[in-house]
């Protein structure tokens, strides 16, 4: 078995070598909440699928390495056409995002003339392509907010996410049967178990998860929005129904809280993938690179870019 010590100094060895090529390629990591510790350490933003965005439009660098799934390093590359954009691992794929094809989309919206198209982010480039605008789980609520009242919507591809956004906004929602496998594994039964085990912790899910378990909550947030909730509440006791990884950048934004998943079960493999050595070899051999056909890349572009028009309107 290799000692702490070996393993230690392969780890700093292994630091340096990206801390060097970060350097010398002016690099910067995104890196998602729900990536392994040791790469949510090395990030220069880590945050959720909103906050990704935002920072992807505004770091100043040559080469983005995108620390999560495909759906965001090509959401960064959108934001940034001149930029390379790396996702580390080139089978970090999000299942959702493939649940909704950009044909069949466009086909339901035959069906519904007139309809507005509200597409999740967690999609591919192309399906954002035939969207009108798009969304994360932070600011779901508000962009169906902005859109005319007598507008129906159509909302891919999580149905979860879309059922919760009708159930806030009383719009109606035709909703495209997608769902994140992950959260999809969460249970009432399993946080009424987690609610026995620790009965003065407060409930806060993800709005992916199924309306039985937003139910049980005290709050639903997206994993930013978790972030700063578990932060400003009284409270000091949180179990958390979202990917397990959320635990990590909880307990280092909240060292004086405690946080219990609901269940050991949710994990996602595919924001499991990416390790310091893909980051390393991303850098090291500039893989895996994301390109987009233009004439993909422009209707996708305006669709995110509407979406954060309509943060910044809010913002005031
Ligand atoms: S947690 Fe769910 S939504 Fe997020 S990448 Fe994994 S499968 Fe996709």
């Known amino acids: ?74 959401t960064a590359k959108l934001l940034n056409p001149e930029k390379t954009v790396l996702l580390a ?17 466009v086909a339901l919206k035959g069906e519904h003339p007139g309809a507005t198209v509200v597409s999740y982010v967690n999609t ?49 929602i035709i909703l495209w049967p997608g769902c994140c496998p992950t959260h999809a594994r969460i249970t009432a039964e399993m946080v009424l178990e987690a609610k026995g085990e620790h009965p ?42 979202t990917e397990k990884g959320m635990i990590y950048p909880l307990k280092k934004r909240c060292p004086d809280k405690e946080f219990w998943p609901v269940t050991q079960e949710a994990i996602c493999p595919n924001m499991k993938l990416t390790t310091l050595e893909s980051v390393r070899d991303a850098l090291k051999y500039m893989q895996y690179e994301i390109t987009i056909p233009p004439a993909v890349a422009e209707p996708a572009r305006r669709a995110i870019e509407r979406m954060l028009q309509i943060g910044r309107d809010s913002a005031g």
């Open 89 to 105: 691992e080139r089978e970090a794929n999000c299942p959702m995002a493939q649940m909704v094809r950009a044909d069949d989309l």
């Open 200 to 241: 003065r912790a407060k409930v806060v899910v993800h709005p992916e998860c199924l309306m039985e378990v937003i139910e049980l909550a005290d709050a639903v947030r997206s994993t930013s929005g978790m972030l700063k909730y578990c932060a400003e509440s009284d409270a000091a006791r949180f179990i958390i129904g």
């Open 1 to 74: 078995m290799m000692k702490v010590e070996t393993i230690t100094r392969q780890k700093a060895e292994l630091l340096a070598e990206i801390a060097d090529m970060k350097k010398s390629r002016n690099a910067a990591f995104l890196v998602h909440n729900y990536q392994i510790p040791t790469v949510q350490d090395i990030g220069d933003f880590v945050g959720d699928s909103l906050g990704l965005a935002q920072e992807a439009v505004q770091t100043d660098v040559d080469v983005i390495v995108l620390c999560g799934v495909r759906f965001m390093a090509e």
């Open 124 to 172: 591919t480039a192309a399906t954002k392509a035939v969207t009108d605008v798009c969304c994360t789980s932070a600011n779901a609520v508000k962009v169906v907010n902005s859109i005319a009242e007598d507008k129906r919507i159509i909302f891919t591809p999580d149905q979860h996410l879309g059922a919760y956004v009708r159930k806030m906004t009383g719009r109606d």
